[in-house]
């Protein structure tokens, strides 16, 4: 059973960094491509960024696009979304994702397994 672990969450001020991390466990993680989501209050779950199983792709949403980056490391089974010049608006629980290497990473509504999100808290 897959299962997905966040950390790295906080209060950080606007225009400062975060780095997230997800941790995979259950299965083989080069099996999977990952995904961030976010979900602000009273907003829908949005996604941010995904990348492919060996880490080649990536994929972003347009308000993370510039400011945010997504890795893994699968040896470490964990895979990062780095924030930079964060802004009041990214102020979210900031969740996990993953699903099976053969679906697309352009895809945002085929995620298989989530954790239970980090919160992230960016004050002006």
């Known amino acids: 059973q897959v299962q997905l672990l966040e950390s790295g969450g906080g209060l950080v001020q606007a225009g400062g960094s975060l780095r997230l991390s997800c941790v995979f466990s259950?299965?083989?993680?080069?099996?999977?491509?990952m995904g961030w989501f976010r979900q602000a209050p009273e907003k829908e779950r949005e996604f941010v960024s995904a990348i492919s199983w060996g880490g080649a792709m990536s994929y972003y949403a347009d308000s993370a696009k510039g400011r945010f980056a997504i890795s893994r490391d699968n040896a470490k089974n964990t895979v990062y979304l780095q924030m930079n010049s964060l802004k009041p608006e990214d102020t979210a629980v900031y969740y996990c994702?993953?699903?099976?290497?053969?679906?697309?990473?352009?895809?945002?509504?085929?995620?298989?397994?989530w954790g239970q999100g980090t919160q992230v808290i960016v004050s002006s």
């Open positions: 994702a993953a699903k099976p290497w053969k679906r697309s990473i352009q895809n945002n509504d085929d995620y298989d397994y």
């Open positions: 259950g299965a083989t993680v080069s099996n999977y491509n």
